[in-house]
């Protein structure tokens, strides 16, 4: 999860905004919810709806 987070953390301080308009705004966009939404998935298994019972 460390791992994801900091992937993330990177990707938002080393983008240009030249690079995100190459690969397409809307690409880039949806690309990047889909990685916040599936780290907030993550989170919510680990620390709140864990199976481990």
Do not use: P
Request: overall charge negative; proline content about 0%.
């Amino acid at each position: 999860m460390i791992n994801r987070c900091n992937q993330l953390y990177a990707r938002m301080h080393t983008e240009t905004i030249d690079r995100v308009f190459e690969y397409g705004l809307h690409e880039y966009l949806s690309e990047f919810l889909e990685q916040i939404y599936n780290l907030g998935d993550l989170i919510n298994t680990t620390y709140f709806w864990s199976t481990d019972e």
